[in-house]
């Protein structure tokens, strides 16, 4: 592990049954940057990131998160190393009987010594950070539009100052508009608190607006790491027609980055 990496994945394998997702797949996080995850429907973006986080059970590989390994962790070690991360699922995981504040709060909760007040202010400025006006406090995920639900969960991702965020599909089911404005959010919160972004994407636009990498998953591994311009030099089927097809060609329009 150097210190230059928030998370290091090495010879990583997830099986489920015989279907093997991945085999012997390396992958590093460095600090401070954001790096997109992208691969065809299936090939496991969302399982690396269940592994990495610890909800899926990995039995091959090593990870280091902060430089601890986190398959030889004592529950304390590995309750205090999860407050170091937030985590923001694709549906926004809220609890529907609790209001955007009382969401917010839940990680909070964890935090001794902390009064009422405080944890309540705390977790009205993280809905402020999140781009949430004042009157989202106190309304329920129900009613809250997509993009908002959105906001909602990266506020309680961002709740115990975390270190590494990992966001599953931030600007799926957003409009272009409210897409862009996310993925703006996530560079300006990574500037402003430091943190080394872990982001599961399909979105071209969000890989041109946010991500300072980009890590191709395919044929069980972590195919090819990048930025952008190497990402574009590659040649493989899947990331050639990823990378060259027409809603990379429409990303990549400087009308379009205008817009
Ligand atoms: N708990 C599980 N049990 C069995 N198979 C699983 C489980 N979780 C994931 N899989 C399988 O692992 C593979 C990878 O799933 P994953 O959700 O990580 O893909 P993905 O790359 O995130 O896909 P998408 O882009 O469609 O969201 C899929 O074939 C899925 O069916």
Redesign the pocket.
Known sequence: MTGDNAIEVRGLRNQ??D?V?HDDLDLDLRRGEILGVV??????????LRSIVGL?QTRHGDIRVLGQNIGSLTSAEREALERRWGVMFQDGALFSSLTVRENVEVPLRAVRDLSDSDRIGLAELKVAMAGLPPNANDKYPSELSGGMRKRAGLARALALDPEILFLD?PTAGLDPIGADAFDRLIVELRDALNLSVFL?T?DLDTLHTCCDRIAV?AEKKVLATGTMSEMLAIDHPWVHEYFHGPRARAAMTPDHEDA
Do not use: D, P, Q, R
């Open positions: 489920f049954g279907h997702v691969g065809g429907s299936g090939t496991g973006k969302s399982v690396l899926n599909e599961v399909h998953l």
